[in-house]
């Protein structure tokens, strides 16, 4: 199946939202653009193909998303994951962290750090990367990008916002 361009999808599409740090270089980009086609290119869910497409945002995020009216299993998105854990290798970069927080810095530039780097460093006004969201309409909307007082990362800062 082709991957199709995210604007082809609904915007009830499934996403998932990989935050990278370090942010990649071209040659890194189109390392991982190129395996992520490849895999994508092949992906099933009980050997259905799955329609979906990809993005790089600024070489910071890695967006997957899946058609709506596609099926995903269990087996199917432990695949992906298990892509991403391999271009982490590959790479040497994260993009399964947990603990890591993205945001923009002073001069408007996107920069990870720690939750607590997030919270020494950051107040109510920064704007931070919902990388949890669920829907291609958050990505669409603007939704997961938007100050740390109107996120769940508000919770993180030293002081609540």
Do not use: Y
Not at 6 to 20: H, M
Not at 69 to 76: A, I, V
């Amino acid at each position: 199946m082709p991957i199709v361009e995210l604007d082809r999808l609904s915007d009830d599409s499934a996403i998932w939202v990989f935050g990278i740090a370090p942010p990649l270089d071209e040659r890194g980009a189109a390392v991982l653009l190129k395996t992520v086609d490849a895999f994508l290119g092949q992906w099933t869910a009980h050997n259905v193909p799955v329609v979906c497409g990809r993005e790089l945002r600024e070489g910071r995020f890695l967006v997957v998303a899946a058609e709506a009216t596609s099926e995903t299993s269990g087996c199917s998105i432990d695949k992906l994951f298990g892509l991403v854990r391999g271009l982490e290798k590959q790479l040497g970069i994260s993009m399964l962290d947990p603990n890591a927080i993205f945001f923009r810095d002073q001069s408007g530039r996107i920069a990870s750090g720690s939750r607590s780097e997030f919270r020494d460093g950051c107040n109510a006004d920064t704007i931070v990367f919902d990388v949890t969201a669920q829907r291609l309409h958050d990505l669409r909307s603007g939704v997961w990008e938007r100050p740390a007082r109107d996120s769940w990362h508000r919770q993180l800062l030293a002081i609540t916002a």
